[in-house]
C-alpha cells in the first residue's frame, strides 16, 4: 500500500484496514492541513473499495487519540474567508468518512478532544477504552470558538440538543464510559478488550445509536426556540456575550437553522472562522500557548520523586496531600494530633470519589494517605511541604527540626504564601535546599503553582520542585523570593482597595458587580470572603511591613471579631450552613461602574509593573499567566499586562495620576510604570 508521512494503512487477516494516525516529528496526535490532505487522499481511494469488511481509525501514540487541530495554525489564517475555507474543506474530509461505503469505527484510546472527536462522529461506530486517561469532548470555547469541523451538527443529530450543547457550550469533557452511557461511544470497555470490540463492530451489521423521540423532537424547530432561550438565560448567568460570544454563536446558529441537511455546516464554518479573528479567541490561544510554555517548565529535570511528606493537616496542606495522592504519589500527612489530621482524610476521600469514581481506585489512592503524627514519613520523604500557619519563627523552628531527620537530597518546600525564603532558610545548615512551593487554594481546581527561588535556593533544587509540580499536572511558575512572590503581592493591593472603596459608601454587590462585568470570575468582596479574612489580613500585615501599605482597619476589626469570611458564616457577606452566599440587598448607585473596575484594576497594574521592574518574574507574558491562571484575571483579556498594551499604557497611566491626585496622594511609586513599559515594549 502506499506510505503516507503521517497515517499508516494496513490490512489484518480478517480483511479489515486499519488506518493509523501517527503525526510525524511529534508525540501528539494533532489535526493541521497536511495531515486532513493526506486523510482526504486515503479516503478517495479507499471511496470505492468493495473488497474490505471494515476500517477502523486508531492511533499510533501511546498517550491518546487526537488531541484536536493544531493549534499553531490559529495564528496564520490571513483573513476570515481563509479561516472559513479551511474548515469548509475539513468538514469535506469528514463527509467523505462518513459517504464510505464500507464500515468505519474509531478506536479510542486517550483523549479525543476537538477535531478528534469530530473525525469520529463521522464514522459509523466508535469504542472507547474506559480507564481514567479516555477524555472525548468538544472544548473549542475555551479558546474563544466553537468546533468548526462538523461537531455542532453531528453531536445533536446523535444524541439530541440538550445533552449534545450542554457539552459543547461548557468545553465539558467525559470519560469513556459516560460518552457509552450518552450514546456518543456505542460501546466503552477495558484497554485489554478494545480491539476485540472494534473488530466486532468493524463486522458489525447492527444499527448505529439511535436517538429516543425526546432526543428527535429537540432539534425541531418549536423545540429549538424553547430551548434556545433557556440556553441563552443559563449562559448568561456564568458568562457575558460580549466577552465570550462563541457559546451563544452555537445557540443561535442551533437554533436559526438546525441540524438538518448541508446548511448548518456551511454556517458553523462561517461563524468558526469569523470567531478565530475575535479578540477573546486571539487572547485565550495566546493564553494557551502561555500555558504550553508552563507545562514545558522542568521537562530537563531528571527527578522522579516517589514520597511525599506534608506538614500541617489543615485546609491547605491537607489539600495538597490529597493532591499528592491522588497523582499516585506516597503520601504520609502530619499534624500534632490524629483529630487535626481526620478533617483532611474526609475531604481526600470526596476529592478521590470525585475524581476516580471507581470503588477500587478510590481505595488505592486511600491507601496512599497516610495519617503521621509523629512524622515518621520525614526520614522516607523525597519532598517535604510546610504548609503551617504564617509565622517565621515557627517555620525557622520547624525547619531546623526537618533538616535534621530528611534525606540529604530530599526537597524541602514551604508553602508559604508571603514570608521571603531568605528569612525562612537563615537558621538552616544548607540554606540552598529550601525552595517555596506555593500553591493557591482550592488546591483541586487552581492550576497555577508559585515556584519561589531565594538568594540561596539551589538552581537544581528549584529544578527539581518544578519537575515535581508538573507530575502533579499543575502549572510550576519560577518567581524570585520577595514579599508576597508575583500573585499575592499584585492580588493584595487589589482586595485592600475595594475594602477602602466599603469604607467610602461603596456597596460591597456594586464592587462585585463592577468586576464581574470587567469579566473577573467573582468580585474583589467576594474573593475576600472566599480566601478567608485571617488570610487577607495575614498576608496584607506582612506584605504592609516591607510595602508601608495601610490595612483597613475595618478587616482587623472583623477578624478579632470572628468574621472570617465564608468559613465562619459571615464576613463582609453572611453565607447558610452549606457556605452559600445570603442574597444580599439591592444597592442603588448611580456611578458608571467602569470607575470602579478601573481604580481596582489600576491598582494591579501598579503593582504588576513594580513586579517586572523587580524581576520577580522573568517577563510581562509570564506575569500574565500568573495572573489568569493563580487568581482567574480576566482570560479573555489575555492577562493584565497584555490588557495594558491593548487599552494603551499612557492612557491608563494618565488615568492612574489622575485618580491619585483626586484622593489627595501624590503616588511614589509611578517610576515603576516606567520600568514596566521599558520590560515590555
Not at 461511544?185 to 463486522?203: E, F, I, M, N, Q
Not at 489568569?628 to 497611566?653: D, M, N, Q, S
Request: net charge positive.
Amino acid at each position: 500500500m502506499k506510505t503516507y508521512q503521517n497515517w499508516r494503512l494496513e490490512e489484518d487477516t480478517d480483511q479489515i484496514l486499519w488506518l493509523y494516525f501517527d503525526k510525524q516529528g511529534t508525540s501528539t496526535n494533532t489535526l493541521d492541513v497536511g495531515v486532513m490532505n493526506e486523510l482526504a487522499s486515503i479516503l478517495t481511494l479507499l471511496s470505492s473499495d468493495t473488497t474490505h469488511r471494515g476500517l477502523i481509525i486508531a492511533s499510533a501514540k501511546q498517550n491518546g487519540f487526537i488531541a484536536g487541530a493544531d493549534i499553531s495554525q490559529f495564528n496564520q489564517f490571513r483573513d476570515i474567508d481563509e479561516a472559513t475555507d479551511l474548515l469548509r474543506k475539513g468538514q469535506k474530509v469528514f463527509e467523505q468518512l462518513e459517504k464510505l461505503q464500507m464500515t468505519t469505527v474509531a478506536m479510542i484510546d486517550g483523549f479525543c478532544l476537538g477535531g478528534g472527536l469530530e473525525l469520529s462522529l463521522a464514522c459509523r461506530y466508535r469504542v472507547a477504552e474506559d480507564g481514567a486517561k479516555t477524555r472525548l469532548g468538544l472544548p473549542e470555547v475555551k479558546l474563544g470558538i466553537h468546533p468548526g469541523w462538523g461537531g455542532t451538527v453531528r453531536l445533536p443529530r446523535l444524541i439530541g440538543a440538550p445533552l449534545a450543547l450542554d457539552l459543547i457550550l461548557n468545553g465539558r469533557l467525559v470519560s469513556g464510559r459516560a460518552a457509552a452511557k450518552l450514546g456518543i461511544v456505542d460501546v466503552a470497555v477495558p484497554k485489554r478488550h478494545l480491539v476485540t470490540a472494534a473488530k466486532y463492530y468493524a463486522s458489525s451489521k447492527e444499527k448505529p445509536h439511535q436517538k429516543t423521540w425526546l432526543q428527535k423532537l429537540s432539534n425541531t424547530k418549536p423545540a429549538r426556540v424553547l430551548l434556545a432561550s433557556y440556553m441563552r438565560k443559563k449562559l448568561r448567568e456564568k458568562i457575558s456575550p460580549l466577552h465570550y460570544p462563541a457559546p451563544f454563536q452555537v445557540v443561535d446558529n442551533w437554533e436559526w437553522i438546525g441540524v438538518d441537511g448541508s446548511l448548518p455546516f456551511e454556517k458553523e464554518a462561517k461563524s468558526a472562522g469569523r470567531l478565530f479573528f475575535s479578540d477573546t479567541c486571539q487572547n485565550l490561544v495566546r493564553l494557551f500557548f502561555l500555558q504550553e510554555r508552563l507545562k514545558g517548565l522542568g521537562k530537563e529535570s531528571q527527578f522522579i520523586p516517589k514520597h511525599v511528606h506534608v506538614i500541617g493537616a489543615g485546609t491547605m496542606g491537607g489539600d495538597i496531600a490529597a493532591w499528592c495522592a491522588l497523582q499516585g504519589f506516597q503520601v504520609t500527612l502530619q499534624d500534632r494530633e490524629p483529630k487535626l489530621i481526620a478533617p483532611a482524610i474526609k475531604r481526600a476521600y470526596v476529592l478521590f470519589k470525585d475524581k476516580l469514581k471507581e470503588t477500587y481506585l478510590i481505595q488505592k489512592a486511600m491507601d496512599r494517605l497516610i495519617p503521621d503524627v509523629y512524622g515518621d514519613g520525614i526520614a522516607k520523604a523525597d519532598v517535604i511541604i510546610e504548609a503551617i500557619f504564617e509565622d517565621l519563627v515557627t517555620k525557622q523552628n520547624l525547619f531546623k527540626s526537618i533538616e535534621a531527620k530528611a534525606k540529604p537530597q530530599a526537597i524541602l518546600a514551604t508553602n508559604t504564601s508571603s514570608i521571603p525564603l531568605d528569612e525562612i532558610n537563615s537558621v538552616l545548615q544548607r540554606p540552598e535546599r529550601l525552595v517555596g512551593i506555593h500553591f493557591f487554594n482550592p488546591v483541586a481546581k487552581m492550576l497555577l503553582v508559585e515556584i519561589v527561588k531565594g538568594k540561596q535556593t539551589d538552581p537544581l533544587v528549584v529544578d527539581k520542585a518544578t519537575a515535581f509540580i508538573r507530575k502533579l499536572d499543575r502549572l510550576p511558575l519560577p518567581v524570585k523570593s520577595s514579599p508576597g512572590f508575583l500573585v499575592n503581592r499584585i492580588l493584595m493591593p487589589y482586595l485592600m482597595e475595594s475594602m477602602v472603596m466599603l469604607n467610602e459608601g461603596i456597596p460591597a454587590v456594586v464592587i462585585d458587580k463592577a468586576m464581574l462585568e470587567f469579566g473577573m470570575p467573582m468580585g474583589p468582596i467576594t474573593l475576600a470572603d472566599t480566601v478567608g479574612l485571617d488570610i487577607c489580613l495575614s498576608v496584607a500585615k506582612n506584605l504592609s511591613q516591607h510595602f508601608h501599605n495601610t490595612v483597613p482597619q475595618r478587616l482587623t476589626d472583623m477578624v478579632a471579631n470572628g468574621k472570617l469570611g465564608k468559613k465562619s458564616g459571615e464576613g463582609f457577606y453572611r453565607y447558610d450552613k452549606k457556605g452559600k452566599q445570603i442574597k444580599p440587598k439591592a444597592s442603588t448607585y448611580n456611578k458608571p461602574l467602569e470607575e470602579i473596575s478601573d481604580r481596582l484594576i489600576l491598582c494591579m497594574l501598579n503593582e504588576s509593573f513594580a513586579c517586572l521592574r523587580e524581576e520577580v518574574v522573568a517577563d510581562g507574558d509570564l506575569l500574565d499567566a500568573g495572573m489568569v491562571f493563580g487568581t482567574g484575571f480576566a482570560p479573555f483579556r489575555g492577562g493584565p499586562i497584555h490588557y495594558a498594551k491593548a487599552r494603551g499604557i499612557p492612557e491608563l497611566f494618565a488615568l492612574y495620576v489622575k485618580q491619585s491626585e483626586a484622593r489627595g496622594e501624590k503616588p511614589s511609586n509611578l517610576k515603576m510604570w516606567d520600568a514596566g513599559v521599558e520590560t515590555i515594549t
